[in-house]
């Protein structure tokens, strides 16, 4: 034992007031956890959990409200235990009832953490492990009434951390995916300077924009059940007319650098300059889509147009054997365009097959209005059944022939579309696809997507590193993104990669505005690079898996029929199999699963057979993504691939749309700070031991040991106690050996 583990060992076992020994048997009611109760004792339930959050500045108020239930048929007592920010101060505490007066204390970290484990020795319960970094607020015993509830209210203030020009805020909660507890958690914000991004990384937002300097948000009611500590990040600027940005660094010696994720909020144009789009709607009229769908559709197109300020451009197309279209080219907004486009609109009557290639002929090849941002909003319901039909030549006909950069947003119609196919269209020109499911109003789901493309501010932009001078240099990789989207007012973008070096990043972001070429340089610090940041690698790899699926599903097109003789195996390809090795690798090592890796949750799996794993990654590769075309199979598959490419905040159960469009999530996988456990039995088994193509331990450690004392400490200067707080059996790797650390008994 080192002298550090026998110093903790001796300040556990001597007298002070923080001993269990001598006092009674409470209950440790942790509300960013769960309840540790002492052996034999009915627990009481934490059946409400609520935080209302004010900050001024960088100043924040937060005050909790929890509501206790006492299932059992005797007074229980009880203590509050929660985590806080460094220099948080208490400025209110009180509870219901007749009691002692109500008090609390906060423990500085060194405090709290012998506090955590005696608690842990006494109770063998390591489940307050999870918040070893925190400083701990600690509060006068109060009872919960037998059969009965009790409220505890208080609130405490402090200062949040910057980085530039962007605050953060944190409320430290457990990342166990077993808390069920749903909190409530409001924010406002207010700041003497314009608010340009508010940005959760941890949870699904709702906000309002009260004013330029003040917004409120609340956690969704979806996101009420989300484990996970709640962050929340605002970024300000002084000058609007300039893209506000900030950075999320998290540093990897292993790569010779790490891992970033920029944040930036669309430059303001002013009102007098906008940036002018062109719209093209392409109608699919196939026999299809006679009745309803043809309706709505025409109600989108007519919403779509009649929302399109004077002066920018229309189009109207439509297609089932043939293409017609309302106007020869393109032509601006007025009375008398609007007027046509309306007769034309009721003219368009179902018939015929669907000739995708054509109406994207005519869609792409017309030459755009000058000084505009051409647009497609192209819907279709079923596959190409007219003209050339191969994805081969359809994907050509994009990648080639789009002279004029038009933005080709797809509308998959119903689940009989190639999925795929249109993905590839949207991917190549800087847009997404919406699948619109069959029991979903089409009309909704095209005034959506429209709404959020009402003024452009940045078209075509480009993200690269510069030196002093304003020389590009190289320092970053695998960015994702690859084609960065427009800029429209209100956008963020979200760009994530890794980085290469120490020094901060200077970027330039160039595109078109209305006025011409924009320039845009900024710094941003990568000193200021934490192991807090653990969401910034798991997010890329999110990102970097859905890209490297989707180049397996377009390869899929170039093979013919799954059920063709002689079909060639994709993955005799050795380029393909990289790709599939690079899924499974970056799937395991990540804790981020998709319907073709989710058996490494499954018990039937065996992790410790790297070879078993690669076949079972290739045979749900090759059912799925490589072979599945059209119908809803294919439909879901491009659903979460689009939601991945996109992701910017935590997926904790790693939930996806199966191939019948139902949800699937898992509790198997658990990603705590920046590693991933994969539950086996009653054994959690680090990721980086599965990648080590070995799971059986180099030592055992038992629970409580002073060996376990040593572990324990080892992974508190790491920043990973918290692995040590899942419940059962735990196999980590540490030091490049694998230890397993039984379970308290």
């Not at 209210?153 to 808390?179: A, F, I, K, Q, W």
């Not at 192209?378 to 596959?383: C, P, R, W």
Request: hydrophobic share 40%; proline share 6%; glycine share 8%.
């Amino acid at each position: 034992m080192n002298d550090l583990a026998r110093a903790l060992c001796l300040a556990a076992a001597a007298a002070s007031p923080l001993s269990l020994a001598a006092q009674q048997p409470y209950q440790w009611v942790v509300p960013s956890r769960a309840v540790i109760a002492p052996a034999g004792a009915t627990a009481v339930q934490i059946v409400r959990a609520e935080a209302r959050v004010r900050i001024l500045d960088r100043a924040a108020s937060t005050e909790l409200e929890f509501e206790l239930h006492n299932p059992s048929t005797a007074q229980q007592e009880a203590v509050l235990l929660l985590p806080i920010p460094d220099g948080a101060a208490i400025s209110e505490f009180a509870f219901d009832g007749a009691a002692a007066e109500p008090t609390a204390k906060i423990l500085p970290r060194e405090e709290a953490r012998r506090l955590y484990d005696e608690i842990t020795r006494k109770l063998r319960d390591p489940a307050l492990l999870e918040f070893a970094d925190w400083r701990c607020l600690r509060s006068s015993v109060f009872p919960v009434p037998a059969g009965g509830r009790q409220k505890i209210r208080l609130r405490y203030d402090h200062v949040c951390d910057t980085d530039g020009n962007r605050v953060d805020y944190v409320l430290p909660r457990s990342e166990m995916l077993t808390s069920a507890v749903p909190w409530s958690i409001s924010v406002g914000v207010r700041s003497p300077h314009q608010i340009r991004l508010v940005y959760s990384p941890s949870h699904e937002l709702v906000e309002r924009i009260v004013s330029p300097n003040e917004r409120t948000v609340r956690v969704s009611d979806a996101g009420r059940h989300e484990p996970g500590s709640f962050r929340l990040g605002f970024v300000t600027s002084e000058d609007p007319s300039k893209p506000s940005a900030s950075l999320f660094a998290y540093p990897d010696p292993t790569i010779g650098g790490g891992y970033f994720l920029l944040l930036a909020g669309a430059p303001q144009v002013a009102a007098a300059h906008p940036l002018r789009r062109e719209v093209t709607i392409a109608l699919d009229r196939s026999g299809s889509m006679a009745g309803r769908k043809l309706e709505q559709a025409k109600a989108a197109a007519l919403q779509v147009i009649e929302g399109l300020a004077d002066g920018e451009g229309l189009q109207l197309i439509d297609y089932g054997n043939s293409v017609g279209s309302c106007f020869a080219a393109p032509v601006a907004k007025s009375d008398a365009t609007m007027q046509q486009a309306r007769q034309w609109l009721q003219n368009v009557r179902p018939h015929g097959g669907t000739n995708l290639h054509d109406a994207l002929l005519e869609a792409l090849r017309a030459p755009a209005l000058p000084e505009t941002l051409p647009l497609v909003l192209f819907l279709t319901d079923g596959i190409p059944t007219v003209g050339p039909t191969r994805e081969t030549d359809l994907r050509a006909l994009v990648d080639k022939g789009n002279p004029h950069g038009r933005r080709v947003f797809c509308f998959g119609v119903g689940n009989d579309v190639n999925a795929p196919l249109l993905d590839h269209i949207a991917e190549k020109t800087r847009a997404v696809t919406t699948y619109v499911l069959p029991d979903e109003d089409v009309e909704t789901r095209v005034a959506g997507l429209f709404a959020r493309l009402g003024q452009p501010t940045l078209a075509g932009p480009a993200l690269t590193t510069v030196d002093d001078q304003g020389k590009d240099v190289a320092r970053l990789a695998e960015v994702l993104p690859i084609r960065l989207p427009d800029l429209f007012a209100g956008d963020q973008l979200v760009v994530l990669g890794q980085y290469r070096g120490d020094d901060d990043l200077q970027f330039r972001l160039t595109g078109q505005g209305p006025e011409g070429a924009r320039s845009f340089r900024f710094t941003l610090p990568v000193r200021s690079a934490s192991t807090r940041h653990a969401f910034v690698p798991r997010l890329w790899a999110s990102r970097q898996i859905a890209f490297l699926v989707d180049e397996l599903r377009q390869r899929g097109g170039d093979l013919g029929a799954p059920l063709t003789y002689g079909r060639p195996d994709p993955f005799s390809d050795p380029k393909l199999r990289e790709l599939r090795d690079e899924i499974l690798r970056l799937s395991t090592r990540f804790g981020v699963l998709s319907e073709y890796t989710s058996f490494l949750a499954t018990e039937g799996s065996n992790l410790g057979d790297w070879g078993s794993l690669v076949t079972s990654c290739q045979a749900f590769l090759q059912n799925r993504a490589v072979d599945v075309r059209s119908g809803a199979g294919a439909v879901n598959q491009g659903t979460n691939l689009w939601a991945q490419k996109g992701q910017t905040r935590a997926n904790y159960f790693n939930g996806y749309l199966d191939q019948n469009l139902n949800l699937v999530q898992t509790v198997a996988v658990q990603q705590v700070r920046d590693c991933a456990f994969y539950k086996r039995g009653d054994r959690w088994i680090d990721s980086r031991s599965v990648l080590g193509k070995r799971v059986e331990p180099d030592e055992q450690v038992q629970f409580g040991s002073p060996r376990y004392l040593e572990v324990q400490l080892a992974l508190q200067r790491e920043g990973r106690a918290a692995v040590l707080s899942l419940q059962g059996e735990v196999l980590l790797q540490l030091d490049g050996r694998n230890v397993l650390v039984t379970a308290p008994r």
